[in-house]
């Protein structure tokens, strides 16, 4: 009984330790920008699950409310690849084509939040797709890759 006991609490500290060591929230590193961005990632993945149910539709309107909120947040800073871009022109460019993004970025979360206050759930999984379909370019074009 006592090996069971002792067994078992190892088991639990191994995992609560992983699960510390491993969550996004505890990385010191993270920009301003990056920390915005994992909440907004994180808020897609919860509202897969939400949309698929009726009685959590309040749920998804409260997440994308909040992934709204960090867009604009994320919108007024600047990525970190941009200090790795020489020029004023070109540093003006890039800051130009991140604004651009992330106002497309933005307006989608808006159709998203219609779409769910419409109870058009079809519609609100459409914006869905579109916006992790762009996810991977966008991060491409305006992200340093670690």
Not at 117 to 144: M, N, Q, W
């Amino acid at each position: 009984m006592r090996r069971l006991i002792l067994t078992a609490l190892a088991t639990a500290l191994v995992v609560c330790t992983t699960a510390f060591v491993t969550s996004p929230a505890q990385d010191k590193d993270d920009t301003e920008l990056t920390k915005h961005m994992k909440v907004i990632n994180t808020s897609m993945r919860k509202l897969r699950a939400a949309l698929k149910n009726p009685e959590r539709h309040a749920e998804a309107l409260e997440l994308v409310l909040s992934m709204q909120e960090h867009a604009l947040a994320s919108k007024k800073l600047e990525p970190e690849l941009m200090a790795t871009i020489k020029g004023e022109d070109e540093k003006k460019k890039f800051l130009i084509d991140y604004r651009k993004s992330m106002h497309e970025f933005i307006n989608h979360m808006f159709t998203y939040e219609v779409a769910i206050l419409e109870g058009d759930i079809d519609a609100a999984k459409a914006v869905h797709k579109k916006l992790l379909k762009g996810k991977s370019p966008a991060h491409k074009k305006f992200k340093i890759e670690k």
